[in-house]
């Protein structure tokens, strides 16, 4: 076994976490509070090839490994976990189309992607199914040459700044996952209007929008494989995109770690610096593990699916543990600042809030479990 990363990976990593810290953290703070779109953001990442990890060699992407992507996200999480979730979007988006589009397609939706800093929404969730991805009832009815589309996706990502859709919907709803279809979308599409952007507790700068579809005419040569096959699309995608989310909780409680560390070696209590204090450095030990113990499982996620490992039940481990771990390190990080950390003023209490959407989108912390726990009961 060989725990280190490649030469190539930790430039990387060390390139991108001197971003974060010169470009992301001095402005996440006026992002957080405004609630404004990173735009310039994102566009200076893209420059330095942050952005669509997921794209292959072929359309003109970097054809970085699933391990590379997540090297690259633990360390702009460092900087905005709200930052990276707008910038992890488009590889969720454009995920599917690498595993199921053809070769005119790839060619088609994902090249403009590598020729500039365009963004795309990956599109699931419905204000009736979340959890229940199965039960969704966003449908296309064969019109031709075309398909019309209805119904109403809900918490979509960079949908106000989309310009490409992925879609999920279904031929009929009451197939379950064996109707379900995926669908690239034009997001200029007449038909389709955007909701109000969310107000949201944490990762305020990410842009989180309902989107409608009211008889969007799609081009069938926008289907995805053929007519059934999103589930199968879908679940592939989601075992791509789980350590990738999971990273962003790796981002989040490292920086939390050295903030709390620090400030623990900084504020006095009793005479000392309250480091020397055995409560915390318990706390700081126990953040320490969790963190160590999430890198490991999101880290052999990504190793699994680069080697052609089915990698779901690791996917999982990895996501839950991540997210639970990030959401308890910066509960305790605000612990350890005391009254400091419930302030705006320092970094912590942020961290905190966004760290809280991490146990919920992508599939919930309960969901991972009910996943890991079929793959053991089907053994």
Same mark, same amino acid.
């Given at each position: 076994m060989n725990f280190n990363l490649k030469n190539d990976q930790q430039e990387m990593f060390d390139l991108a976490l001197k971003f974060a810290k010169n470009?992301?953290?001095?402005?996440?703070?006026?992002?957080?509070?405004?609630?404004?779109?990173? $735009?310039?953001?994102?566009?200076?990442?893209?420059?330095?090839?942050?952005?669509? %990890?997921?794209?292959? %060699?072929?359309?003109?992407?970097?054809?970085?490994?699933?391990?590379?992507?997540?090297?690259?996200?633990?360390?702009l999480s460092y900087g905005c976990m709200g930052m990276y979730t707008s910038i992890m979007c488009n590889d969720l988006a454009l995920t599917p189309i690498v595993i199921g589009g053809s070769t005119e397609q790839k060619e088609k939706f994902l090249k403009p992607f590598t020729e500039k800093p365009i963004l795309a929404s990956f599109c699931l969730t419905e204000p009736g199914s979340g959890s229940d991805a199965a039960g969704l009832k966003t449908t296309i009815k064969d019109n031709g040459d075309h398909y019309l589309l209805n119904g109403s996706k809900m918490w979509i990502t960079n949908a106000g700044y989309a310009d490409l859709l992925l879609v999920y919907c279904t031929i009929d709803p009451n197939l379950k996952h064996k109707g379900i279809c995926a669908l690239v979308v034009p997001a200029h599409l007449e038909g389709i209007t955007l909701g109000k952007k969310e107000e949201k507790m944490g990762q305020r700068c990410s842009d989180t929008r309902s989107v409608q579809f009211e008889n969007v005419k799609v081009p069938k040569e926008n289907l995805l494989g053929k007519e059934g096959d999103g589930w199968k699309i879908a679940m592939k995608t989601l075992d791509h995109s789980r350590p990738l989310v999971s990273s962003i909780a790796l981002g989040g409680a490292r920086r939390a770690i050295e903030c709390a560390t620090e400030y623990a070696k900084e504020r006095k209590q009793f005479g000392?610096?309250?480091?020397?204090?055995?409560?915390?450095?318990?706390?700081?030990?126990?953040? %320490?593990?969790?963190?160590?113990?999430?890198?490991?499982?999101?880290?052999?996620?990504?190793?699994?699916?680069?080697?052609?490992?089915?990698? %779901?039940?690791? /996917?999982?481990?990895? $996501? /839950?543990?991540?997210?639970?771990?990030?959401?308890?390190?910066?509960?305790?990080?605000?612990?350890?600042?005391?009254?400091?950390?419930?302030?705006?003023?320092?970094?912590?209490?942020?961290?905190?809030?966004? /760290?809280?959407l991490i146990q919920i989108y992508e599939g919930t912390s309960q969901i991972q479990r009910l996943v890991i726990a079929k793959d053991i009961l089907g053994k």
């Open positions: 470009e992301m953290i001095p402005v996440a703070r006026e992002h957080d509070e405004k609630e404004t779109f990173p $735009k310039a953001i994102i566009e200076k990442a893209w420059e330095l090839g942050f952005v669509n %990890t997921c794209l292959p %060699t072929e359309v003109g992407g970097n054809g970085f490994g699933l391990l590379d992507a997540v090297t690259i996200g633990e360390a000392v610096p309250i480091a020397k204090h055995q409560a915390i450095q318990f706390m700081l030990a126990d953040m %320490t593990m969790k963190l160590d113990a999430s890198r490991l499982l999101v880290q052999k996620a990504a190793w699994q699916a680069d080697e052609g490992i089915p990698n %779901t039940r690791a /996917a999982s481990a990895g $996501k /839950a543990m991540a997210a639970d771990s990030c959401m308890q390190i910066t509960t305790d990080a605000v612990q350890i600042f005391g009254g400091y950390g419930y302030s705006r003023e320092y970094p912590v209490e942020k961290l905190m809030r966004d /760290a809280k």
